[in-house]
């Protein structure tokens, strides 16, 4: 009983200290995440994935169409938030909180395949990460590939990140003012 009660104060105090951060730094997403917060949410994504998830093995093989097919399905779906590179220096990445992270830190590029794919299929809660894919599983071969590229970004080539550029989402906005400088470049104007 009094074990209980002293975890019932630490408790206690543990929310009046929460309390106390957010009356001073507020809740806005401008600042980055403090070290406690981060060690948390880092433990919180280990825990939340089950053990069966982490220590599963890609069971895609590695080939060059593999990684063709992962960067391709990167450039159109994760740099937006991750950018090409794999740094999250887009403006979205740098916007969300905690920060889109860099893909290619040892942090990251030490998670199991196992725990890269669940990340991506089942995403993070309380974060900009969401879940991707079929729920049912009919495209995690499409997410083992990324798992295989988000590995290769470490050393991704300048070449490849010029090839990525041109799958790269297009707002409309941004395709007009293209083919408005297009028609200015041909004289049309």
């Known amino acids: 009983m009094k074990a209980l009660g002293i ?13 106390a951060i957010i009356e001073v730094r507020g809740v806005s997403t ?33 080939t060059d169409a593999v990684l063709v097919e992962g960067r391709a399905h990167w450039a159109d779906h994760c740099a937006t938030c991750h950018a090409n590179d794999g740094s999250g220096n887009t403006e979205m990445g740098r916007n969300l909180y905690p920060r889109a992270p860099d893909m290619r830190d040892a942090k990251t590029q030490s998670l199991t395949d196992g725990e890269l794919f669940s990340i991506i299929r089942n995403g993070v809660r309380l974060t900009g990460m969401p879940a991707w894919g079929a729920a049912n599983g ?3 071969a499409e997410t083992w590939k990324l ?28 395709r007009a003012e293209e083919e408005h400088e297009q028609e200015f470049l041909e004289g049309h104007r």
């Open 147 to 174: 798992v295989h590229f988000i590995r290769h970004l470490p050393k991704i080539t300048p070449a490849e990140l010029k090839a990525m550029e041109a799958l790269n989402p297009v707002s409309p906005s941004e």
């Open 7 to 19: 975890l019932f104060l630490i408790l206690l105090v543990a929310i009046a200290i929460a309390v």
């Open 30 to 62: 401008r600042v980055e995440p403090t070290a406690t917060e981060a060690i948390l949410a880092l433990a919180a994504r280990h825990f939340a994935t089950p053990r069966a998830e982490r220590a599963a093995r890609n069971p895609i093989v590695l």
């Open 138 to 140: 009919a495209d995690d």
